[in-house]
């Protein structure tokens, strides 16, 4: 009895001191690309992070010059004079990823996804020199969502204030995450956005952020963790999610 409350009053000191036990989510970066047959930003990415069993996928979003919405990383992509913002979606679509797929429109993107329920989508929405063409990005990515009933599965990051607001008018009651890493999770909660989703290198310069985060009931991700010792790291720092090229790495550490 007596070690029983002993464990209970410690639970209740740590859980004060905004220490979490909890693990963090595996977050597919730009889905799992890194698995044999598969590319950043695929099709085929989303189903491989579902397949074994990742929290979440992420993918990024631009709104190409004829306004409409194509899935991939890059402004330019490789290898090609193409300027995601500034073409036009026939001839970003017509490119071959390393899998054999096209460049996919986001319509296809989420009418994937909408087919398989487990696995969370991590929506990055590039930014744009001009924040007119950021909101109608917005306008247009709410609509396609609505259209496929994903909000409820749908997390929002941007490394612009701009989107994130726009989002925030739109959908107030969906988790939207800042990319940028220059500001304190005391700017995020003013903002009234869910959290921060900053680089390694922010972290590291900043590990205070995570309690900080915490304690203002922010969520925290951190981005791109590939090596077992950053992994471990961020682990033990206590984020909540943690995105990476290398899901499957990652889980067999949280099996540890």
């Known amino acids: 009895m007596k ?25 597919a970066h730009r889905g799992y690309w890194t698995a044999p047959e598969s590319a950043q930003n695929s099709l085929a990415s989303f189903t491989k ?30 290898g090609t004079d193409i300027v995601m913002n500034e073409a036009k979606a026939s001839e970003i679509t017509a490119i071959v990823l390393p899998n054999g797929e096209n460049i996919p429109t986001l319509d296809a993107y989420l009418k994937l996804v909408a087919q398989k329920p487990a ?15 950021e909101d109608l ?5 709410v ?49 009234g956005l869910a959290g921060v989703d900053y680089s390694m290198k922010v972290l590291r310069e900043h590990p205070e952020w995570v309690k900080q985060a915490h304690e203002l009931g922010l969520g925290v991700n951190v981005w791109t963790v590939d090596s077992e010792e950053d992994m471990r790291y961020f682990i033990d720092l206590g984020v909540d999610f943690i995105t990476t090229d290398y899901p499957e790495r990652l889980q067999a550490m949280l099996k540890k």
Not at 3 to 27: D, N
Not at 120 to 133: A, G, H, M
Request: charged share 25%; hydrophobic share 45%; glycine share 4%.
């Open 143 to 191: 609509k396609a969502l609505k259209k496929y009933k994903l909000l409820d599965r749908t997390d929002i990051i941007a490394f612009s204030i701009n989107i994130c607001m726009e989002v925030k008018k739109a959908l107030p009651e969906i988790p939207i995450y800042y990319l940028n890493g220059d500001l304190a999770p005391k700017s995020i909660k003013k903002l």
């Open 119 to 133: 696995t969370r989508l991590v929506l990055e929405i590039k930014s744009l020199p001009d924040y007119n063409r």
């Open 137 to 141: 990005c917005v306008e247009k990515i």
């Open 3 to 27: 070690i029983a409350k002993f464990m209970f009053a410690t639970a209740l000191l740590l859980a004060g001191s905004g220490i979490s036990f909890a693990q963090p989510k595996v977050i």
């Open 49 to 78: 992070a579902d397949a074994i069993g990742c929290y979440g996928s992420e993918i990024d979003v631009w709104l190409t010059a004829d306004d409409k919405l194509i899935v991939n990383h890059d402004r330019k992509y490789k």
